[in-house]
């Protein structure tokens, strides 16, 4: 299958070509940059050297992209995503796109467009929110899929099951959640120098970030009725991963082992789910260059709360290894194709 990244230079894009490289099924085409087009991707990054030595193309050849490509990832910052992928439908109406970013996440633009400050200019895009755990047989069907935020992804695995369950309390809801550096991308900024983030930890965008709405999306739809949280990122000083401690009131007289059963009900069957249980501590050191989400979970009778801990790779569940979960379904294929790695240790 010819598939080619729009945005290859990002943390997320050369996440894509790492994981593509173990990719049975997958020929790279193009990958594309603007600030470094005509440049091989192993000056970039060395360490692809044996494995990747493609030339970067620009955006602006999206024609040949799109006309050559089956199917497209877009690894750009929001706003940019979706003029892309208007021009590569209209190129290839039968082509598949998978984008990173959060253009394509949102069921009503409305509500894009008040969180992101962004017109959305491919209202008419008939995209399917691609959380392949949730919605896998939509992602099946689907011609564009918005991939899910890091923070979302490892939030909604972690509290899915209690939702539809219908185990806890939907008004008390509260993420904790820290994220590794790679998060903000490749981009210089002060807030991700090495003396700004070493030896601290900080929350940001309290009450107001924009994984908060994609949460309450996905949660609401799941409950059937409108979900409110309250969310809480943090930045910690590490490169990769993502830990969401998320906490809600159990409604009255549920059980340790109903929430147990509502766990092993909705993931027993899922291969990058990894249930820790009743007590598990999941670390993000586990799950480090993998697709896996591991979750545990804990009761505390004093206060008749559920905490939910779940880890995951930013870059990989989080971004680059779901897209490639995507297109696997997408494409009928084995949905573990090249994504079978054992996380890296220590
Ligand atoms: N980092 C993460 O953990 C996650 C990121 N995402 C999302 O994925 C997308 C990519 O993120 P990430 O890889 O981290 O970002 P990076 O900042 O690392 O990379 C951004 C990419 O976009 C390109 N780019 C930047 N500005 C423009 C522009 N104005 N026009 C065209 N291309 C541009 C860059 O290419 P060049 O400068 O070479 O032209 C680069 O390839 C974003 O939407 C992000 O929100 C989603 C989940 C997790
Ligand atoms: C550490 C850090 O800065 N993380 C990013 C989230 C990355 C991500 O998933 O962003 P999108 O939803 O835009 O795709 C942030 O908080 O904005």
């Not at 490892?154 to 590794?180: C, E, H, N, Q, R």
Request: net charge neutral.
């Amino acid at each position: 299958m010819k598939v080619s990244i729009i945005g290859a230079t990002g943390y997320t894009g050369e996440e894509l070509l790492r994981i593509l490289a173990g990719h049975p099924a997958v020929e790279i085409l193009y990958i594309t940059s603007e600030s470094r087009t005509g440049t091989q991707i192993n000056e970039i990054y060395p360490h692809f050297t044996r494995f990747h030595d493609g030339i970067l193309a620009s955006v602006q050849e999206i024609d040949k992209i799109a006309a050559e490509s089956q199917a497209v990832f877009i690894g750009l910052p929001h706003g940019h995503a979706m003029e892309v992928g208007k021009k590569v439908r209209a190129v290839n109406p039968k082509i598949k796109i998978i984008d990173l970013g959060a253009d394509y996440r949102f069921r009503n633009a409305d509500l894009y467009e008040k969180w992101y400050k962004v017109p959305h200019t491919h209202r008419e895009a008939q995209a399917v929110y691609g959380l392949t755990e949730l919605y896998r047989s939509r992602v099946r069907e689907a011609e564009i899929v918005g991939n899910p935020g890091c923070y979302t992804t490892a939030s909604i695995l972690a509290l899915a099951p209690l939702v539809v369950s219908k185990l806890i309390d939907l008004a008390t809801i509260v993420v904790d959640a820290k994220s590794g550096v790679s998060g903000a991308g490749r981009g210089l900024n002060l807030g991700s120098h090495f003396a700004e983030v070493f030896e601290s930890v900080k929350a940001y965008s309290i009450a107001g970030h924009r994984h908060t709405p994609e949460i309450e999306q996905t949660l609401g739809e799941l409950a059937g009725t409108d979900v409110i949280i309250s969310f809480t990122p943090h930045l910690i000083p590490m490169t990769r991963g993502i830990l969401s401690t998320c906490y809600a009131s159990l409604k009255p007289g549920v059980s340790a082992e109903a929430v147990d059963a509502a766990f092993t009900a909705m993931y027993d069957n899922e291969y990058f789910i990894r249930l820790l249980g009743r007590g598990g501590y999941p670390a993000t050191k586990n799950t480090r260059g993998s697709n896996f989400c591991d979750i545990g979970w804990h009761i505390d009778p004093r206060t008749g709360r559920v905490i939910v801990v779940a880890a995951i790779d930013n870059l990989v569940k989080g971004a680059a290894g779901q897209a490639v979960q995507n297109l696997n379904v997408m494409f009928g294929l084995d949905e573990q194709m090249g994504l079978t790695q054992v996380p890296l240790y220590p």
